[in-house]
């Protein structure tokens, strides 16, 4: 199940100067705000967007109490360029039970519904993995 969306937009544009960033060069604040409001919109609940190195987040939990992650940020320093991803997270140590992505089934057909709804998202691009290569291997 592809759940990595790549897309182009001026709609999430940082208003705030680099030196207000969590990172410099690294953005996604916008977007994670704009994506919980639609989602709620459509019935997905989620958390209040949360800041990372790497970007923004925002948590899902399903009914079954398995949660993800909603990852956003910008692509090459760009503030024009963007990407989401879903990443399951464990319920215990070491990385152990990470649920399927198939369990996030709902909040991927939302994400896809709110981004094809968006006359400013251009150039949407569906794949199996983020950008970033060593995602799986940064520190927690």
Known sequence: MQSTVEFDSELFSPYLPDESQVNPHCYGAELAYWLSRKLADHGIVTSYPNAEDWGWFIEYLTESGDEFWLCCSNRNSSAKQWQCFIE?????????????????????????????????VKNIRWCKEPWITDWANRPE
């Open 88 to 120: 399951a997270k464990t319920k215990r140590l070491f990385g152990r039970n990470k649920p399927k992505i198939e369990c996030a089934k709902s909040l991927l057909q939302a994400l896809c519904c709110i981004l094809e709804e968006e006359q400013e």
